[in-house]
Nanobody, 116 residues
Framework: QVQVVESGGGLVQPGGSLRLSCVAH????????MGWYRQAPGKEREFVAK???????EYADSVRGRFTVSRDNAKTTVYLQMTSLKPEDTAAYYC??????????WGQGTQVTVSS
């Protein structure tokens, strides 16, 4: 089994920055794609960003240019650097490890609130 644990959420003012971290406890971290998703109150969970095993990065249009996803295989950790945060970025952020092209192992989430 794989345990995924997110951290780094919090309250930040509009225009501010946060870095989320996600540690995946399990074998062969480097061969799996990792992704970030978010869910705002009353809305469905949505894709935010993804980094493949080959370090190719993908982003949702709403965050491209503001968020950066990266991974450190030695630490079995994936990061989401968020800048120029907006109130509409407020959500619970979830990390997932992929299997067969789908997010399969999920963390419990970390709350990000953007408010003045």
């Amino acid at each position: 089994q794989v345990q995924v644990v997110e951290s780094g959420g919090g309250l930040v003012q509009p225009g501010g920055s946060l870095r989320l971290s996600c540690v995946a406890h399990g074998s062969f971290f480097d061969v799996y794609d990792m992704g970030w998703y978010r869910q705002a109150p009353g809305k469905e969970r949505e894709f935010v960003a993804k980094v493949t095993s080959g370090r190719t990065r993908e982003y949702a249009d709403s965050v491209r240019g503001r968020f950066t996803v990266s991974r450190d295989n030695a630490k079995t950790t994936v990061y989401l650097q968020m800048t120029s945060l907006k109130p509409e970025d407020t959500a619970a952020y979830y990390c997932a490890q992929f299997r067969s092209g789908r997010p399969t192992y999920w963390g419990q989430g970390t709350q990000v609130t953007v408010s003045s």
